[in-house]
């Protein structure tokens, strides 16, 4: 029998809005309505009749009344203190869940005395805690160091001696820009930028105005970009601009992001653009767009631009390992304000060593004349040019690549190196530093003295401080370190890099009773799992645990840790020691098949419930004969099978798992109503449609983007009963092609009963049908689509999941609000936790004080003890979160 839910609105001042669909618990489907995201009133919450509680029976009967409608949260506490019974949490109101009154502000719950999972709760004596209106409040972050750096990729020197620090995720694109200053501590980071640049620093490299509220965009969902064409920048001596700012080349193509444009980039050292100069500058390179397989995920490059003294140009060397368009071996010459990089200003197209030709030319510098030295790595040499282009003089120099004038002395630093390709970098063999002084006459060969030499093996990168006197380069690899210029010597300085913080934190687990976080760190492609690691919640002390990637925990504690390439999940106890399962006789118990992606990423979900029944979602890579889709399947705590593909028919994009105390099942999947393809609020602020890499032009700043990252990435949360669900039609493709085997029922539109709810497809390419779900919730990410078919670009190794407190809140990340959603048993909005913020949003006390919890990826959540635990990989920090009550009291319970 149907069970209708009508449409309501409830008046209120907040900035968001969101879709819910509810329906019955069965089949039968309900209306669609749009809901506020929080609907607490506004003004003081207080009680107008405290908590009570007394005998009824073989129960116990708890009752009090509030000010006006908020969040309660009522639970039973045994005599140390410690809950007992999570009783009930949830928004008064219309919509407030079981087993709270709807509509009242007064409220009756009974109390069985037992436990969360139906066991005796003893003999007491017990008290019953009332809460009222939960705020969250920043505890801690714990994991970030400013001077702990993932794969740098570029350096340069400032005023000031500022360092300035680019680290890259060649692979899929990750990208981030520190400040050190001149004794290598950390000052700040510019990219992602800090929540308070001035929006006209922002106004060429775009933002979202939501009722007020400036949220970046996001570029690319893989690589977490909030600057355009910066997802997976690669290797580059960058140069510092007269003017103060930085310009460097743009990225190159990732796995998941195939030829894009290249141009050059202006970066204000306080981020964003700097003032009257737009952030993309000159196009050095067409678009390619999808190039099949990996695209240039491994592709080496090493880029190298250098500016005039008086600002008026910007050089840009091209060879064969600058990946630019054409084979050309030469130097570019350009102005900010061209439009793209004509014809060599120097060199020709082919390779060369007389005097008009280089041989695959590298490294760029100018001195204080404007003169322009020019690395020609092949021809082992260093060409040297005035400003018009006419050549001063020519000076051996073994396999120079990077070089730098000192503008005082005249002295100039070559850093050689013998380049190898490998996972786009550039390495191996000889690694040399050198200071020469120069001398040539006009046209001819020179005189290339040397002065000083270090030879440190794994040198790549160089930038000369051109405040320092005497002169100071810094160095990267290995380690990021000063070297001081001692005349005849040089001076190698300690690192100022360390491996003390988060490098990219990633599946996450909150372990408070032990005062501790579980942390799975994402490596790169092409390293081994690094397992499972422990961080102190007081010292930050990291400590190996046991292997595994994503992972769950039980209520005794015990890890729940799935394999990555195995298809396997692995129980260990707190102290990481293999815990048998009972039935199995060994703590390896084998699932229809999970594959991660990557393949220790893209595992979509794993939940313990609260009985100890294991929750775990399978798919497979890009779909197999066994497991194409997305499925749910349970296993009872003894590790035997109990139910198969509960939630049938999820797309394999599709990530995100809860469960609570009753059984709900709580999923993330990207489909969406095709006339509510966003949250009201984003509606008129994002375009309705997506696109297919850089076919058509389009109007900034979504002409920058390879794809539409709104809707590829941003998904739902649909809670279902315990009995489960279904989508049809998401797995339509694979069930057409033979090599599958027969079609699964979800796989058609046609299985789908007749009052299912119709959706488009992550990025609308097609219906998809859902029946079993209670409702949906408009907004959690990054969910990947399960749409399209573009190869590599097409990957769901990123994704996100959400968690489910004790009360059955469900915690909702959402990477494009930069927040967490908490929400109730009805999908009501208690809380939006976070706003954006990048490293330097650290709380009370930081350099950016507001928001209080600044949030830059928030992609993977834990709830345990009354505390929220978010890994954001952006901020490389695990940021945890507390609930303060407006209003707490107690009674007695006997």
Not at 759 to 785: F, H, M, N
Request: hydrophobic share 40%; aromatic share 10%.
């Amino acid at each position: 029998m149907s069970i209708r839910a009508t449409r309501f609105a409830l008046s209120i001042s907040l900035a968001f809005a969101a879709t819910f669909v509810l329906a019955s618990a069965g089949p039968a489907r309900a209306a669609t309505y749009d809901a506020p995201l929080d609907t607490r009133k506004e003004g003081k919450v207080a009680f107008t009749s405290p908590p009570k509680a007394e005998s009824a029976g073989d129960k116990i009967k708890v009752s009090f009344a509030v000010s006006t409608a908020t969040d309660v949260e009522v639970a039973v506490l045994d005599a140390a203190g410690g809950v007992v019974r999570h009783l009930a949490a949830g928004l008064l109101g219309p919509h407030a869940p079981a087993p709270l009154t709807k509509d009242a502000l007064a409220q009756v719950l009974f109390w069985d005395r037992t436990d969360d999972i139906g066991q005796p709760a003893g003999s007491g004596p017990f008290t019953v805690r009332v809460r009222l209106g939960a705020t969250p409040r920043l505890d801690r972050h714990v994991g970030w160091d400013g001077n702990t750096f993932a794969g740098i990729v570029g350096l340069a020197v400032g005023k000031g001696g500022e360092v300035f620090v680019l680290t890259s995720e060649i692979y899929r694109g990750g990208t981030e820009l520190r400040v050190l200053d001149a004794r290598g501590k950390y000052l700040r980071t510019i990219m992602p930028y800090a929540a308070d640049t001035p929006k006209e620093r922002l106004a060429t490299v775009g933002q979202l105005d939501i009722d007020g509220e400036r949220l970046p965009i996001i570029f690319n969902g893989l690589g977490r970009t909030t600057y355009p064409l910066t997802s997976g920048m690669r290797r580059q001596s960058m140069a510092v601009h007269p003017k103060g700012y930085l310009v460097m080349v743009s990225a190159l193509g990732t796995m998941a992001e195939h030829g894009p444009p290249r141009h050059l980039l202006a970066v204000d050292p306080r981020g964003g653009a700097p003032e009257g100069v737009n952030l993309v500058g000159p196009r050095v390179r067409k678009a390619r767009g999808f190039m099949g397989g990996a695209g240039e995920g491994s592709a080496g490059c090493f880029d190298h631009v250098a500016a005039s003294p008086d600002g008026q140009w910007v050089y840009l060397s091209v060879g064969p390992r600058s990946r630019l368009d054409g084979k050309r071996n030469g130097v570019l010459r350009m102005k900010w304000s061209d439009a793209a990089a004509g014809d060599l200003w120097l060199g020709k197209d082919e390779p060369g060593d007389d005097d008009a030709h280089f041989n695959s030319p590298e490294g760029l510098a100018t001195d204080a004349r404007g003169n322009l030295y020019v690395c020609d790595w092949g021809n082992n040499r260093v060409m040297v040019f005035d400003p018009d282009g006419k050549l001063l003089g020519k000076l051996a120099v073994d396999k120079p690549q990077q070089i730098a004038v000192d503008a005082a002395s005249g002295d100039v630093y070559v850093l050689s190196l013998n380049l190898q390709p490998r996972w786009g970098l550039l390495w191996g063999g000889e690694s040399v530093l050198r200071k020469f002084k120069f001398a040539f006459a006009p046209g001819a060969a020179g005189e290339a003295k040397e002065l000083a030499r270090l030879d440190n093996k794994g040198m790549y990168l160089m930038a000369l401080d051109p405040s320092a006197s005497p002169a100071r380069l810094w160095i990267a690899g290995p380690g990021l370190y000063p070297v001081a210029d001692k005349g005849d010597r040089f001076e190698a300085g300690p690192s100022a890099a360390n491996r003390d913080g988060l490098e990219l934190p990633w599946f996450i687990a909150g372990d408070p009773d032990r005062n501790r976080v579980l942390i799975y760190e994402h490596s790169e492609a092409g390293k081994s799992s690094p397992g499972i690691i422990a961080m102190d919640l007081t010292t930050g002390k990291k400590s190996a645990l046991c292997k595994g990637t994503d992972m769950a925990l039980d209520r005794g504690g015990n890890v729940y840790a799935m394999g990555g390439r195995d298809n396997a999940i692995y129980r260990y106890d707190p102290s990481g020691k293999p815990l048998p399962f009972s039935a199995l006789g060994t703590n390896k118990l084998m699932t229809k098949g999970y594959r991660g992606y990557g393949p220790f990423l893209g595992l979509p979900g794993l939940a313990v419930a609260p009985n100890g029944d294991i929750y775990v979602m399978r798919t497979s890579n890009y779909g197999d004969a066994q497991s194409y889709g997305g499925r749910v399947d349970v296993f009872s705590s003894d590790g035997k099978p109990k139910a198969e593909s509960i939630i049938d028919g999820l797309g394999y994009g599709d990530c995100g798992l809860g469960v609570d105390a009753a059984g709900n099942i709580y999923v993330g999947a990207n489909v969406k109503p095709a006339d509510k393809l966003f949250p009201p609020a984003f509606v008129g602020k994002l375009p309705d449609k997506g696109w297919v890499w850089w076919k058509a032009e389009r109007p900034f700043p979504w002409n920058y983007p390879y794809y539409y990252s709104y809707l590829y990435h941003w998904g739902s949360v649909f809670k279902f009963g315990p009995g489960g669900g279904a989508f049809y039609g998401q797995n339509a493709r694979q069930a057409k092609d033979p090599k599958y085997g027969p079609p699964k029922p979800a796989d058609s539109l046609a299985n789908a009963p007749a009052d299912a709810v119709t959706y488009r497809s992550g990025y609308l390419a097609w219906d998809v049908k859902e029946a079993g779900a209670q409702w949906r919730y408009a907004g959690c990410g990054i969910v990947p689509t399960s749409d399209c078919n573009w190869g590599d670009p097409y990957c769901i190794c990123h994704q996100s999941h959400l968690a489910v407190d004790e009360y059955g809140r469900s915690f909702v990340p959402d990477v494009f609000q930069f927040s967490v959603m908490m929400l109730d048993t009805s999908g009501n909005q208690v809380a939006r936790i976070g706003r954006y913020g990048n490293a330097d949003s650290a709380g009370p006390g930081s350099t950016i004080p507001d928001p209080e919890i600044g949030l830059a990826w928030p992609a993977y959540v834990s709830v345990r003890g009354g505390k929220l635990f978010i890994s954001d990989a952006l901020n490389r920090r695990i940021t945890v979160v507390k609930f303060e009550p407006s209003a707490e009291a107690t009674c007695t319970a006997r």
